[in-house]
Every structure is written in structure tokens, then in C-alpha cells.
């Protein structure tokens, strides 16, 4: 009796680690996105402030980056 409960407890959690690791890793990505994005918009402005000049991008300093 033992240890049909304890397959039973070892199946339930080791379903909720899995559950538990692929939500982790999908936040995790999520949140590596928007790091990249928020690290990256500065250079992309400061570049466009560097070259106003060359067309393919303008700037505005209220609303960010505007390709």
C-alpha cells in the first residue's frame, strides 16, 4: 500500500517540477526580451542622435526611438 502511494506522490511532483521548469523557462526568455530591448534601445537612440542626418531613422527625445 506504501509504495503505490508513494509512485502516486513521486508522479504528482515530479509532473509539477516539469510544469514548474518550462513556465520558469518561458518567463525566462520573456524577460531576457525585454532586457535585450531596454539595453538596446539607448544604443539605437544614441546612434540616431549621432547620424540625424542619414534618413533611415529619426528620433524623438520624448518618445523614443521612431524608425
Same mark, same amino acid.
Given at each position: 500500500?506504501?509504495?503505490?502511494?508513494? +509512485?502516486?506522490?513521486?508522479?504528482?511532483? +515530479?509532473?509539477?517540477?516539469?510544469?514548474?521548469?518550462?513556465?520558469?523557462? +518561458?518567463?525566462?526568455?520573456?524577460?531576457?526580451?525585454?532586457?535585450?530591448?531596454?539595453?538596446?534601445? =539607448?544604443?539605437?537612440?544614441?546612434?540616431?542622435?549621432?547620424? =540625424?542626418?542619414?534618413?533611415?531613422?529619426?528620433?524623438? =527625445?520624448?518618445?523614443?526611438?521612431?524608425?
Amino acid at each position: 500500500m506504501g509504495i503505490i502511494e508513494y +509512485s502516486q506522490v513521486f508522479t504528482f511532483f +515530479s509532473k509539477s517540477i516539469a510544469l514548474f521548469v518550462i513556465l520558469f523557462f +518561458s518567463s525566462l526568455t520573456w524577460v531576457m526580451r525585454r532586457k535585450i530591448h531596454i539595453l538596446y534601445h =539607448p544604443l539605437i537612440l544614441r546612434h540616431c542622435f549621432n547620424h =540625424p542626418k542619414e534618413g533611415y531613422c529619426r528620433c524623438d =527625445p520624448l518618445n523614443g526611438y521612431r524608425a
